[in-house]
């Protein structure tokens, strides 16, 4: 006879975790005692559920694998639910546990008592709350398998604490065996009828549950058929920007080139992608329901397909088993010259003016090009200063991109240090601005306590830089509730162990860059910028204008 806590620790275990991250709490103490016969698992304390939920969901964004949250009750859930959300967003695996009331008490409003199915039923693919420990076996293995089937997301479990505590004579399940969906033969037909029709085709990938054979198969197809492909929003790391078929990022702020390309092109494919607002510019760049030209839709989940728009060939497959087959079709039509040209105006998209100003964050970027290895991962929340590295910074086969789908502010940190965790000798740069950095700067902890310190570049110009720059596009000359006013960065993490240095002059960048990356203990670099230069191509004056 184990307790629940016990059961469930041993389940964990069987399912290959490795990482959990967390804030302990009273409601789950049986988890946490029996975590202690798994030394096998490390435990990573965080300073908030925010951003313990933050990790967990760029741990699954990483790895394709179940991030792995625990918090306590009431308000450890409620903070914790900004990392389901952007789990949910960004089609990431994630399984967060909920320590809950004792089942004695349920329905009488106890002591941090949530309706958790009610709560995270909107954004969560499953919710669900054991009320018997013989069944712990059954619904871990079955959160598992539903965090990472079809289209991949949250999954949330409330624990009741006397549950937790009970006997059982339950045994671990085996780890779950996963079944991608595989591309019909007929589908591939008509994909390959729509090609021979097409003059014009472009690809839009997206999406995640790619593996790294995928990617590969991927990117043999795109290039042995001259294909052009956009990336949808900040899914550009899947294919190799130095390729020759890759056009840009189809998210905000398209280049004038990429809006002129999905509007030409005759053939979409849009493969393994969503079909969200920031890719669709509001679903108006793609009439709804019906695009106006040929349209091929595959993605991991049949839900997925027909849920905005009608395709013409919708195929219910996975990317990795379809790119596989498509890796060895031979499609080339008359588009070379089409895709040429693609590939020429991105380029040309990448030229930055040079800046009349101390800090010009071209010249950053230009420089982390230049200097970053091949393998590096880079990370970020959300504001205008995560436009420069990902607009402008071509990602190699083996980079990757940490952002969130959900546009949240206070991601890109905990998002560094869980990428440290996993992967300790890589170089893992966040990249945040000063609004965006203070959601969470204090995870500073954490990674100084769990020896995951990457570099944080805090872009600080003292305003919320998007929200100002809306404001003055459609209320010029009445800025409100927008301006910042900073603590000393480089004193924090200083606090926390961190290396840090203030860079003022864009001359001084790359021997501060030099001195983070030499540091045993992280490092932070903070680059004051005139907020005036808003985005890389138009100043808040020319936007007030």
Known sequence: MQSGGQILASCLAKQGVKTIFGVPGESYLAVLDALVDHPEIRLIGNRNE???AFMACAHGQLTGQPGICMVTRGPGATNASIGVHSAMQGSTPMILFIGQVGRDMRGREAFQEVDYRAFFGPIAKWVTEIDDADRIPEIIARAFTVAQSGRPGPVVIALPEDMLRSLTEAQPSPKVKLAEAAP??????????????????????????????????????????????????RFQDLLNNHSPSYIGDAGLGKTPALQA???????????????GENTTDGYTTLTVPHIGKGLIHSHASDLELGKIYQADLPIHAGPNALCKVLAQLDLRGSWQGWAADQRTAYEESMALPVRETAVDMGAIVSHLQSTLPENAILTN????????????????????LLAPQSGAMGY??????????????RMVVCVAGDGDFQMNMQELGTAMQAGAQPIVIVVNNGVYGTIWMHQERDYPNRQSFTKIENPDFCAIAKAYGFHAETVTQTADFPAAFARAAASTTGALIELVVDPEFITPKATISQIRG
Do not use: M
């Open 412 to 425: 890109g940190l905990p998002a560094a240090i869980a990428a440290k965790v996993k992967h300790p000798d």
């Open 381 to 400: 929340g959300a504001g205008n200063f995560a436009i420069w590295h990902n607009k402008f910074f071509k990602y190699g086969s083996e980079a990757r």
């Open 50 to 52: 925010g951003g313990a």
């Open 184 to 233: 019909t033969p007929e589908s591939i037909y008509d994909l390959k009828k729509a090609f021979a029709r097409a003059e014009k085709p472009l690809l839009l990938i997206g999406g995640c549950g790619w593996t790294t054979e995928g990617r590969a198969d991927l990117q043999a197809f795109v290039e042995q058929n001259n294909l052009p492909v956009a990336s949808a929003f």
């Open 261 to 275: 390309a999905l509007k030409e092109a005759d053939l979409i494919f849009a493969l393994n992608i969503r079909f």
